[in-house]
């Protein structure tokens, strides 16, 4: 008897197991007719996507937080309101059952196949696209002695560049971690930032380099000095020497312009880092930190002209650490000029660190 019962449930477990599971109809009218996003009068933003098979779905990116709650149509397509969006330009994506996944809608998208972009507002902002001569944003693709790889980075030049034989100096400019040569021409504005500024003539005329910073610390220090700008010197109407240099970066960007300096004081005549520091875990680490800066200090005093360091506010994740860094080059009397606004660790702080740095360089 216990035989003949085994027997029945062993049958009835491979019947559950082969039985077949629902059939999944991708309906291409409704699929085709989603509208991923739309942005309302009243400063809302509706997101959707069609994904008729998932469990959850949540949104990601900058305008992601924990209190939304997808809705799902009978049609399979599943729908977030987010209110109060700031003009400006935001990252965004789904998680589907787990999954990250860029909108399958959307056009345009970054390398790094996690987020798409945005640009909200009237395009009257400083960093919107107006009706301005347009400068060239190019994708410059070099061999790395430092790594052995054929490597990327994003060089904007000026309107009339091309038709000009003038020489100009150069500004380096450094995205944060997770991202790549493409963050600050995309979710950062960099181009229309730069027209614009241009335009106006409130900046003068430079290049701007925006590499691939996302390697190791030191690694990046060496591919730099060794292989970007003498690239960059070699390749375009560059101005060079301390007089004609500037760098900016940003949270990781920051980190690498820190040990660009204690290992490389001389080169650069005009330094912004934002929302950054020196990694501060512990006691030791001040110390230690300390140590480094106050060794190049007398150099850096001579060779910076122009320091400034910017933060989103006590909400930045980075603030912390960017106080005692703070600490540390007060105590070494290294003079800098210091500004924060509200915001948090976000490209909204940092496209107007972009835009006031920019007009105060090479003048």
Known sequence: MKKAIVSILSIALMAACTA??????????????????????????????????????????????????????????????????????????????????????????????????????????????????????SQIYYHSKTTGQTRRMHVWTPAGYMKSTDKLPVFYLLHGGGDVDNGWPVIGCAGAILDNLLAEKKMVPMIVVMPDASLPQGTFTDELINDIMPYIEANFRAKTGNPNTAIAGLSMGGIHILDILMKHPTPFKYVNIMSSGFFMRDDAAVAENGEKLAAVAPQLKKSISYLRFTQGGPEDIAYQNGMKTLDLFRKCEIPFEYSEMPGGHNWYVWRFDLEYFAQRIFK
């Open 20 to 137: 077949p599971k629902a059939e999944f109809k991708y309906d291409r009218e409704v699929a085709r007719n989603v509208k991923s996003v739309v942005e309302a009068p009243d400063g809302s933003v509706t997101f959707s996507i069609y994904a008729p098979m998932a469990d959850t779905v949540a949104l990601t990116g900058d305008l992601a937080a924990r209190d939304q709650v997808f809705t799902k149509s009978p049609e399979g397509v599943w729908s977030v309101k987010v209110t109060g969006v700031e003009p400006g330009s935001y990252r965004y994506g789904f998680n589907v059952d787990g999954l990250n996944v860029i909108d399958p809608l959307f056009p345009r998208s970054r390398d790094v196949l996690t987020m798409t972009d945005l640009t909200f507002g009237k395009g009257d902002q400083f960093w919107s696209v107006k009706d301005v001569p347009h400068g060239t944003m």
